[in-house]
């Protein structure tokens, strides 16, 4: 069987399991295609009128071929979500696709609103979730395996290989969120009190301001 079939019956087997498990809202029309700048704030967007919904509402074209990875981690994640496609607007279901440099990682971080399934494309990964209770439940996964990162729980993936590596995402939002550890840590705005990362972290505060400067925003 080719990746191409492989990858849709991926895809259709997830859309299936999360319409019956979606963690969004359930839908209450047809359709609801985001109208991201009506200023009207509710959980999830405004429902463009229906007369004015094209089949390009529907449509995303930015998951089929590897990102250009410029970056100190070695990932790329090219989401497929409401920002993306305004017609996922209270359907509770998104796609992301992930590239990987050799040795590239996505750092550990979690998904505040989804749990994730990665269908690897090509290349291997080692994998892992830690529990509530401080477990790392980790895997190597290879080409056409599927791995599961439950909601809310710190994760991460690493490519081990000495070749590129691309997974597809799947989630039960239709804005799943990411919030990376270190970066939340490390460079927040306004920052979190340097006495208290060096008491968490049992290092001092130079050596706070240190790794703060990793995560400064790039000038010039």
Known sequence: MSTTKV?????????????????DPEPLQDLCVALPNSGVRVNGFACKAESNVTESD???????????INNTVGSLVTTANVD????LNTLGVSLARIDYKPGGINPPHTHPRATEVVFVLEGELDVAFITTSNKLISKK????????????LVHYQKNNGDTLASVIAAFNSQLPG????ASALFSSKPAVPDEVLAKTFQIDAKEVETIKTKF?????
């Open 7 to 23: 990858v849709l019956i991926f895809v259709i087997l997830t859309g299936a399991i999360f319409f019956a498990l979606a963690s």
């Open 58 to 68: 529907f449509f995303f074209s930015g998951i089929g071929k590897p990102g250009v």
């Open 84 to 87: 993306k496609i305004p017609g």
């Open 141 to 152: 996964i290879k080409k056409g395996e599927v791995f599961v990162f439950p909601i809310g």
């Open 178 to 181: 990411a919030l990376s550890v």
């Open 216 to 220: 400064a925003p790039k000038t010039g």
